[in-house]
Structure formats: C-alpha cells, structure tokens
C-alpha cells in the first residue's frame, strides 16, 4: 500500500463576479494501479500499486462536497473510499477523463482523513484482468456536484463552411491535461446526447453546462469533415456562446456512408445509448447509411427518425444481429413485420436453413471474437491462410468485417488476412467496416465504417435496394480513418471483373482522408499477398493524401487487387482508437486503415470469377498419382495456388508424401513457400485440437 502524509496543499479561492466553490488539492500527482498479475499494456512501465492510499488534513464538511479525480486507461472496477466509506466506483472507461464522486455530510474529519483506492472483484468477468490504470490529480471542492456542474454555461452552434448552415456534429470538451471533462445539458434543451467529455447535436446547436474554468472544445462531424477548435475559459454564473465552423474534407462523391453494426441500451439490453441517443450519434458522426442490428431484436427506427426531424440527415435501414452460440451474423434489410429468425442454432448448416426466408445480406461479425467459448476463425477449427474450416462447416453469408472498431485485434490485418484466405477459398465475400457501438461514447458509431457506391446527394432518400446490389457485388471500401480507392487500367475499380488485355495491368490507386489524420503507407496486394508498397510523407491536400499507380505483370491465371492504407493513431480526443476487445498480448500499437474491395482479373478468359482453390481441385484432380506432373503445373501458379493444393493434399493424407518426393525438390520458390506455409499453421491447427 502506497500511504502518504500530507499537509493541506493548496486551497484556492478564485474570484469572478461571485465567490466559487473552495478546492483542496489532496494529492495533484498520477499513480500507477495494476488489479492483476501480468502487465496489461507494455506503455505502462515501472513497477505499479496493488492499491492506493493517503491521508491529508481537511475540515469537516457540514454539507455535502465533491471529489474530482482524473483517470485513465480503467477497465476493471475500482473503489474510492473516503474514511471508510466508499463514495463510488471510478468510470469503467480506458479513456482519459475526469470523474466526480459525491462525499456525503460529515464524511470528512477535522485531522487525519484517508483515502484509499482499490480494485474491488467478484464481478464475476473473466476477461477484466489484468487492469493497468492511472489515477490521481485529486481534489477535494466544497461544492456538491450537482452545483458545480451549473457553475457556467456554454450555447454552441456548428455551421457547414460555404453554405452557413447549421449541421449535426458532435462537441468535445477537455480539460487542459486532455482529459474528457463531465458536462451536463442546459435546462429546457432539445435531445442532446450527452456524456463525460461529448455533447451530441442533431441540429447543430446545443448548451451545455459544467464547472468554471479552462477548457479546449472540438466540433466535429466524423470522418469526412475537418475540426475546429478553442481554447474557452468560463467563469462562474458566465453563460459564453461559441459558433465553429467544419468543412467537409474527404472527396466521397458517389459513395455513402454505412455502419452495418449498430446497438442501443433500449432494444439490446447492454451499452448505454438509448435509441434517441443513437439517432443523434449517427447524425453527429455522418452515417447516412445505418443498419440497426440489435441482438435477436427487428427494430424499425424509421418513425423516430421522423418524429426526431433527422429524416433528411440519413436513412436507417432495419435488420438484426442474428445472435447465436456459433457466431454472430448481421442479416439485413429486414422488412415491416418481420421476425427475428430463431438463434438455438448448433451449427452453420443450420445458421443458413434458419436464415434462407431473412436473408439479403449476411455478414459474419467479428470473426476473431469468442463467444460461448466459440471462435468462428480461431486455429483450433480454421487455417486462415487457406480459407479451411477443420470442422467442415461451409459459411453460411455473403460479407465478413475485416474491421470492427470496437473488437480491435492486435494485428490490425489479422481479418483482412482471413478475408483473402476466404476468397482464396473461393467464398466471394464483401469486405466490411463497421463499429459495433453500443454506446454514446465509449466506442465510436461510425468510427469503423463501409463505403457503398451509390448515388449520394440526398442521404435522406437513399435508394436502399440499389446500395444493397452494390454491396453484395463488392463495389464497397472499407474506412477507419483512411480511404484507399483503386482502378485498374483506368476503369473498373472495387468490385470490378475486368478481361485482360495484354500481358500487364497498370493498378492506380488513391488514399483518402481529413486533415486531422495521416496516412504512412499504401501497399498494393494480389491474391492476399503483398507486392507493392509505397511511403507516404507528406500531408497530402483537398482531402487526398496519396495518389499513385503500378505497372503489374500478370499470368494467365485469374488475380484480385486489393489496396490497403494504413496511418498512426492520431491520439484525438473526438476520434479515440479503443484498445482490444479481447486482449491476447500486452503489444497494442494502435493505428489507422482505410482498403478498397477486391477488383478481379480475368486472365485465364473464362468469363468468370475462378479462385485459387479451384485451380489446385483442377490441378490435383488432373495429375492423379503423378507427383511430379502436380509439381510442374503447379510451378505456372503463384503461392495462394500452393497454399490451396497442400490443403487438398493434407484431407487426402498425400501432403507428407508430396513434400517428400523427389519431384517436390524442382518445385518453385512460391510452391515451396505455400506448402511450408499451410503445413506450419496446420501443425499449430493440430495441436491445439489434440489439446481442446
């Protein structure tokens, strides 16, 4: 235990038109907690408390008083006691913010008084520890907090530069030290959503109050608009008026904005934002296309839209996250009456017997999630590198996330890996970004998101079924942060199916994005393998941060395309990158990724989309017994071919023999690499099912 002894510090009495509240600095350092045994993150260095304590000297408090302190990076549940009494439970929040807990009458002493923090268990979560955190600069304020939230008032509204007019936005308030400062709404305001350090608008104004003092405020609206920002210091009994202006950056011409995974506290029973909160948040973030999938729950937001006057602003699509024991599956859209299917399913086979009468769009969520000890994409049941599932289930949807913002993994390619194992596999799937938020602000709607190519001018009028088409032919791009666009001989671009002509293709691409986020790098990925990368340095303009092209050789064996960019996280306060969901590492390094779809080559003039599984089941099948007639033809392919024919040859039992054989030492490097590739991750496949 970690016990000081100290005096009264500091007792500040500022004035400014009237006498505010008194505040005692007990303690204005940070100090590093660890609930657990292992260090969480490896940015948290040096040797933590179990548990924190120190006493100071006060005056009794005849009334009630507050206790500020500042947090960050708390996941687990930890209590504040003062004397022995505990006052509450700091946020269970890992961003940096500002908590105030209420100190009861009499709580206080004339001489020693001792404050302890520590984590408190028996929450019965597995998955909370361990828990680095930091807490401290804590201060002692003769005010209850009811009080000191209405010491000042702040009316803001956010305009569109050029056309002057009000839009949706979101307001982010931080205290000198970055951290996220508790606000409140003003009396008699129209529905904000509101919460420690945000305040969501619907109509581009909004009051708010919260203590006097020194704070920076943020307008934003997501992705595609810049920020503006102030540094705004509020007196006690000041009511202060604040007009931002937001420009939208990021070219989208042609393209709407979608989250395919959304969630409210009203209709999922978890989270924190009610419905009306979310129509807000989405207006805020700049979603025009919102699919609301609570769990095993249709919901029909339509009418609220309406009543809200947000019916301009966006159009809310119905549909369902098919909720089960062997993953969790977006269905949508969903009409009128509809019902949700029944989620008692044991297995995909019957995931898609259930879901044959509901299904337009099916998309696998967050395949790399346990859930009811069930991991739709982890190694025990699937090698990634070949699209193989060990249990023999056949994927019952049409689309998978490759980014789902609030399930982040620890590598940020690690689905994007599994989607190009997929389509290898022959599983011609969309490529999705979505939030999964449940929240008004712990997790960011819209931070991870879809683009779908569709006429765009009226996002309130969206051609639903159009932007469906559209999104199962694969003409999508995936956003969080960045935006790669790519065309191919200076046509068709995500999506595409484009015959070849010639022995090259010349592969452009662009990378998109606000001023207040950098991209570092574009790499340009054939079949699921890297073959070009080029730097970033420079800031770009007009929203469009790089823009480049490649000379491709290309075989006659058919070939996708797919961009992807990647930047450093740009440590905003409006626009914060969540840890991992499920933690498997103390490594985190957060960071940025915008990609396109896959465009498809042609080249073997088939008039059809042929992947490299069906090459291997063609090449196989045709060598028969022949080791060294498979070795030879498949020396023409590249390595996703390879990869595909060792998985064909370990379910006949023949890759051991193959790779023993005297033919197998002529074969290519790429063979060589995808066999040597497949036969580790099966081995590691193996082992872990040996030991289930």
Not at 267 to 292: K, M, W, Y
Not at 432 to 450: A, I, W
Request: hydrophobic letters at 40%; charged letters at 20%.
């Amino acid at each position: 235990m970690h016990s000081i002894q100290t005096k009264l510090i500091a007792l500040l009495l500022l004035l400014s038109g009237h006498l505010t509240a008194q505040v005692l600095i007990v303690d204005p350092r940070m100090h590093h907690l660890r609930a657990g045994t292992e260090r969480e993150w490896d940015t948290f260095k040096g040797t933590p408390q179990k548990e924190f304590s120190i006493s100071f000297k006060a005056k009794p408090n005849a009334s009630p008083a507050t206790l500020s302190l500042r947090q960050e990076d708390v996941k687990a549940a930890w209590a504040v006691s003062l004397n022995g009494q505990e006052l509450g439970l700091l946020d269970q929040d890992e961003n940096a913010r500002v908590r105030y807990l209420s100190v009861p009458p009499n709580t206080l002493k004339e001489d020693a008084n001792v404050l302890t923090i520590q984590y408190r268990d028996g929450l019965g979560k597995t998955d909370l520890l361990p828990d680095d955190m930091m807490t401290g600069d804590i201060r002692l304020i003769d005010s209850e907090p009811g009080s000191l939230m209405k010491e000042a008032q702040v009316n803001v509204r956010i305009l569109e530069k050029g056309s002057q007019t009000l839009v949706p936005a979101r307001i982010t308030i931080t205290t000198l030290q970055k951290a996220l400062q508790p606000v409140a709404a003003a009396p008699g305001q129209q529905p904000l959503a509101v919460r420690t350090g945000c305040v969501y608008t619907g109509d581009g104004k909004a009051a708010f109050t919260l203590p006097a003092g020194k704070y920076k405020l943020y307008a934003s609206r997501g992705f595609e608009y810049g920020v503006d920002s102030v540094l705004l210091e509020v007196k006690k009994g000041e009511v202060a008026n604040q007009q931002f202006t937001i420009e939208r950056e990021v070219p989208t011409q042609g393209w709407i904005s979608s989250d395919t995974h959304i969630h409210t506290l009203t209709n999922s029973g978890h989270g924190d934002a009610t419905v009306q909160e979310r129509l807000l948040t989405l207006a805020g973030e700049g979603i025009e296309l919102p699919v609301f999938t609570d769990h095993n729950v249709v919901y029909n937001a339509k009418p609220l839209v309406q009543q809200m006057g947000l019916n301009a602003v966006f159009t809310p699509v119905t549909g369902n996250e098919f909720t089960t024991q062997v993953g969790h599956f977006n269905v949508f859209p969903l009409a009128d009456g509809d019902k949700p299917a029944d989620h008692h399913v044991k297995d995909w086979n019957s995931v898609s017997q259930e879901l044959a009468h509901h299904r337009q769009v099916v998309i696998l969520n967050h395949g790399r999630n346990v859930f009811y000890n069930f991991q739709p994409f982890g190694p025990s049941r699937h090698i990634s590198e070949a699209g193989q599932d060990l249990d023999g289930w056949e994927l019952p949807v049409n689309a998978m996330e490759v980014m789902n913002s609030s399930a982040q993994q620890k590598d940020i390619m690690q689905l994007y890996k599994d989607w190009f194992g997929l389509l290898n596999r022959g599983y011609f799937l969309t490529p999705v970004g979505s939030s999964d938020s449940h929240d008004v602000m712990r997790y960011l709607v819209g931070q991870g998101r879809t683009y779908i190519q569709c006429e765009d001018e009226k996002p309130g009028e969206i051609d639903v079924a159009k932007a469906m088409d559209n999104f199962l032919a694969g003409r999508v791009m995936v956003s969080f942060g960045l935006m790669a666009e790519i065309r191919v001989n200076g046509s068709d671009g995500t999506g595409g199916f484009i015959p070849l002509s010639g022995q090259d293709v010349q592969v452009s691409a662009r990378v998109l994005g606000p001023s207040w986020i950098k991209a570092d790098r574009i790499s340009l990925y054939a079949n699921g393998k890297k073959i070009r990368e080029a730097r970033i340095t420079g800031k770009g303009k007009n929203g469009v941060k790089w823009e480049g092209s490649w000379t491709i050789p290309v075989t006659s064996q058919d070939t996708y395309f797919v961009a992807i960019a990647e930047g450093p996280d740009p440590q905003h306060p409006f626009w914060i990158i969540p840890k991992p969901y499920s933690r498997v590492s103390s490594v985190w390094n957060p960071q940025v990724i915008g990609s396109s779809g896959a465009v498809w080559i042609d080249a073997d003039k088939d008039a059809k989309r042929t992947s490299a599984f069906a090459y291997a089941q063609q090449l196989i099948a045709d060598a028969g017994e022949h080791a060294d007639q498979l070795i030879s033809r498949l020396n023409a392919f590249d390595e996703a071919v390879a990869v595909q024919a060792a998985s064909i040859l370990q379910t006949q039992n023949k890759l051991t023999a193959i790779t023993a054989s005297t033919a197998f030492r002529r074969a290519s490097k790429q063979v060589k690499a995808g066999f040597d590739v497949y036969t580790r991750s099966m081995r590691e496949s193996e082992k872990l099912r040996t030991n289930k």
